[in-house]
């Protein structure tokens, strides 16, 4: 859209008119709105109610403006454009109509603004200084509206709402939970979830965002400073492949909250609520602060150099293929350069991100989608194989519903009929070892041949388990014979950068250095306790080898394993760089101070590759590393098959939505959401029935080195011959893949 003075007329694009605001001669599309067509020109209109992201309710009325030929002020937002419209938006008239509606909605708007979290960046706020009245003409009680428990990260001031319902919209058509609405009529409507529960959806923290004022704060960030006391730092989610674009809002070098920053091309203006409340776990009680030595069974503080001489004599005494390499998928692009180069002066080739995937005998490593993320929501046929799709990747899944809305049919191959908030058209919940098979389904092929623009997106419960290879060849074999993009989701926020950057294995993969012990391990990131994908066999091997932890957490299982624990910062404390699901590289920029004497990673490789006198560690600042940089090529040697053998149950291990990483682990607020279930078992009611177990007693699983007690919840939305477990839990480790023999506690 473009503006010119009126005396130019300006040519008319096919499907758009011709029309006038302010003065400024415009083209506007056909079925756009004033408010739209003067946004784009940068003509400002006061609203309350309008969001672009939403559909239109004009129930606010601020956005009131004179239109030629119109008897009286019509509202911006609601009234379409026509051929030789003239708008005026700072006529008396329209001026007149936007006080009068501004005195209307401060009638019963409480004088809260001094303890008020919204103040100070509330859209009420700015817009009174402009159409407010300096004193009140009210003179009755003002109303009050009794609060909601909206659960641990919305916090409610309900008697501070004026109805625009942007909540209500967004729960409904973005979130697609339905959770909110009006009740009642009139002087007494107010909005709330009419059951009383709270909010259930992944993406709740942005009715934060989209509240005009401050009936919806941060209850995390509740009273704990103004917006003019903190800066922003951009950011990146890391706790998905996605990368959302976010900021921190750091004061004093803590980081207070988090909140989305812009970009259509990835998370468009949202977040979910994993990346904006994660941050609480970077100050969690067992965080890495100090480099710490292991003198027998006891464990002290010591300095940095003797802490990387200590690590520098492990890794002398065991290099070649004596010595593996774990890497967490999250760690940065200059984290894992460091460590590939660390690799090779050591002459091992035992490196790996792949921590969590149990099947690598096809060499497969993370890819970029084979559709950009922001074209999924133009799809017109959806197959999610292998993935509860709502927990591994929230807005991912959001486009997918976006598409369902505009009429594709989405199609199911799962062990579990996972919750979504989009209709499927069809579904095979088949158990683990036959999703490959479900693929070749005629009905299914058919579909997909018939549409125009479909995608298959492949997900954690394909990717990490048993079949994976089998499972990533009949994908393949199904996306040639159909012309379907094919999207797999990389198992770590930044798998894709560091398989580019060579954190892959020549030698070794993970499951096989772990199956075959080695005397010496660098684990970088991980959690040993939780993050592998067999957690019996890792601790096994780790225990019996001499380990170098970079770790950001002191935790119970590190402690066990390590023989040094070397603190590093979290992505939130350091300048790195990431590459997402859709190939871009995103820069991170340093927001949190770094705790205790904690170090850049990048900064304590560098320091342990000067001490090996190893190649490639010359440079002496960030720029430096960056600038060598380059990605490369990996022979990646194909591993060994799991062997899945015995009898029993087939386990489908998803990741708790909530339980994902360490970071996720450790915040408070999301530990007590709704989403974030107690660990457990779930069957199929003829498998229990069979079994003997009824809803709530435990049971007995030994699943190949480890064996696990948990209760049990039945479901027929679990395939026959399946049991259903989320990761992430301690009680649930032990039951990694392949089968489960299930008995009474």
């Known amino acids: 859209m473009s503006a010119v003075e009126t005396d130019v007329k300006p040519a008319v694009p096919e499907g758009h008119v011709a029309i006038e605001i302010d003065g400024v001669a415009m083209t506007a599309p056909k079925g756009s709105m004033i408010i739209q067509a003067a946004d784009k020109a940068g003509i400002p209109i006061p609203r309350f109610c309008y969001h672009d992201k939403l559909s239109i309710a004009a129930n606010c009325r601020m956005c009131l403006v004179e239109v030629e030929k119109m008897p009286k002020p019509a509202p911006a937002c609601a009234t379409p454009v026509m051929d030789g419209m003239k708008v005026v938006t700072r006529s008396e008239k329209s001026l007149k109509s ?134 922003a730092r951009e950011s990146l989610g890391y706790h998905d492949a996605l990368g959302s674009n976010l900021f921190h809002h750091v004061r004093r070098g803590e980081v207070l909250r988090t909140v989305p920053r812009d970009n259509e091309a990835v998370n468009e203006c949202w977040l979910s609520d994993r990346d904006r409340y994660s941050h609480q776990g970077l100050y969690a009680a067992d965080r890495a602060q100090q480099p710490l030595v292991k003198d027998g069974e006891d464990w002290r503080e010591a300095s940095w150099d003797e802490a990387l001489a200590k690590a520098t004599h492990i890794l002398r005494n065991n290099g070649g293929d004596n010595l593996g390499i774990l890497v967490h998928p999250a760690t940065s692009n200059e984290e894992g350069a460091l460590l590939a180069r660390l690799a090779k002066a050591l002459g091992t080739g035992n490196l790996d991100n792949r921590i969590g995937q149990n099947d690598l005998s096809d060499a497969a490593t993370a890819d970029i989608f084979g559709m950009p993320v922001a074209d999924i929501e133009s799809a017109d046929l959806v197959v999610i194989v292998g993935s509860n799709l709502r927990h591994e990747l929230p807005l991912v899944h959001q486009r997918v519903r976006k598409a369902g809305r505009k009429g594709a049919k989405v199609h199911v191959v799962n062990p579990v009929d996972f919750d979504f908030t989009f209709e499927v058209a069809g579904k095979q919940i088949v158990a683990p070892s036959k999703l490959a098979g479900a693929l070749s389904d005629a009905g299914l092929v058919e579909a997909a041949k018939a549409a125009n623009h479909a995608v298959v997106i492949v997900g954690a419960l394909a990717e990490n388990g048993p079949y994976a290879a089998a499972i990533r060849k009949a994908v393949t074999a199904f996306a040639a014979a159909t012309n379907t993009a094919v999207c797999r989701i990389p198992q770590g926020a930044n798998a894709v950068g560091l398989s580019d950057y060579g954190v892959l294995p020549t030698a070794r993969d993970a499951q096989a250095m772990l199956a075959d012990p080695r005397g010496a391990y660098v684990i970088y990131g991980i959690e040993p306790g939780m993050d592998f994908a067999d957690t019996a066999t890792a601790m096994k091997a780790l225990n019996g080898a001499q380990v170098v932890a970079f770790s950001h957490f002191a935790c119970r299982s590190t402690r066990a394993v390590a023989d040094v624990i070397l603190p590093i910062g979290l992505l939130p404390e350091v300048d790195a760089t990431l590459t997402n699901l859709d190939g871009r590289d995103q820069v991170a920029v340093a927001g949190g101070k770094l705790p205790g004497d904690a170090r850049a990673g990048w900064r304590v490789l560098r320091a342990l590759g000067g001490e090996l006198a190893a190649d490639g560690f010359e440079f002496t600042d960030l720029a430096g590393l960056r600038a060598g940089l380059q990605r490369q090529e990996v022979n990646v040697a194909a591993g060994k098959a799991p062997v899945v053998a015995g009898e029993g149950l087939e386990i489908a291990s998803s990741i708790a939505i909530y339980r994902s990483d360490a970071v996720v682990r450790r915040a408070p607020a999301l530990q007590s959401h709704p989403l974030n279930v107690e660990p457990r078992a779930t069957l199929h009611p003829e498998d229990a029935a069979a079994l003997g177990l009824a809803e709530g007693a435990m049971a007995k699983f030994q699943a190949g080195q480890g064996t696990a007690a948990l209760p049990i919840a039945v479901s027929e939305k679990v395939a026959r011959g399946t049991v259903w477990v989320e990761s992430g839990h301690g009680a649930t480790a032990p039951m990694g893949a392949g089968r489960a023999q299930a008995g009474r506690a």
């Open 98 to 231: 936007q006080r009068n509606v501004m005195e209307f909605l401060l009638i019963n708007h409480p004088l809260d603004c001094p303890i008020c979290d919204q103040g100070g960046e509330c859209e009420l706020q700015d817009l009174s200084m402009g159409y407010g009245r300096s004193v009140s003409r009210f003179a009755e009680r003002k109303r009050v509206v009794p609060d909601e428990d909206m659960g641990p990260l919305v916090a409610t001031e309900m008697t501070r709402c004026i109805q625009c319902t942007r909540c209500v919209r967004f729960t409904a058509e973005v979130a697609g939970t339905y959770e909110l609405g009006g009740m009642y009529r009139g002087e007494n409507l107010q909005i709330g979830t009419f059951d009383g529960k709270p909010l259930t959806t992944e993406l709740s923290g942005n009715v934060i965002d989209v509240c005009p004022v401050g009936a919806l704060t941060n209850k995390v960030f509740q009273f704990k400073a103004r917006p003019w006391e903190l800066t």
